[in-house]
């Protein structure tokens, strides 16, 4: 009997995601996605595997995510704690 192995799945920063996995790792429309893409500088650029084909790296999508986290955090802890 021969069995076969899955290929290995490649770690996050490696991966390159389509349209659908960025919207579901952002929550974010895909209008706001591209849009993010355009005009916000922090956010990660796609590049493009062929002309129809666009992704991201998946690393880099939630390392923003990351840093908005810590952002929120870091304004979090600036406001004073009203008794």
């Known amino acids: 009997m021969t069995t076969?192995?899955?290929?290995?799945?490649?770690?996050?920063?490696?991966?390159?995601?389509?349209?659908?996995?960025?919207?579901?790792?952002?929550?974010?429309?895909?209008?706001?996605?591209?849009?993010k893409a355009k005009d916000d500088p922090s956010f990660p650029?796609?590049?493009?595997?062929?002309?129809?084909?666009?992704?991201?790296?998946e690393g880099e999508v939630v390392s923003w995510l990351d840093s908005k986290k810590a952002a929120r955090a870091s304004v979090a802890s600036d406001q004073p704690i009203s008794q």
């Open 45 to 57: 650029k796609p590049f493009h595997l062929s002309a129809g084909i666009a992704v991201w790296d």
């Open 4 to 35: 076969s192995k899955a290929p290995p799945v490649a770690p996050v920063e490696k991966r390159a995601i389509r349209m659908p996995r960025v919207i579901d790792l952002t929550s974010m429309s895909r209008a706001t996605v591209w849009r």
